[in-house]
């Protein structure tokens, strides 16, 4: 499992899967980023990245939302 990956796992075993769905299915009604539909979720998963890298000594400032975001998907 690369880091990634495990920031993922780590993000999606620390937020509320339902709220992601549900605003998933909002971004794609109306056509908005994350940030725009929920940015209280956007922000959440900002902290949870930032506590990944501090946990683990990891720089994550490359690290998109977006992209976590669309990686809770996968399974």
Do not use: A, H, P, W
């Amino acid at each position: 499992m690369n880091t990634m990956d495990e920031l993922i796992k780590y993000v999606k075993d620390n937020v509320d899967m339902d709220e992601v769905s549900y605003t998933y299915s909002k971004m794609c009604i109306n056509r908005s980023c994350l940030r725009v539909e929920n940015s209280s979720l956007y922000n959440q998963i900002s902290d949870l990245v930032d506590d990944f890298g501090c946990d683990n000594d990891i720089d994550v400032s490359e690290v998109y939302i977006d992209e976590v975001f669309d990686g809770l998907f996968e399974d």
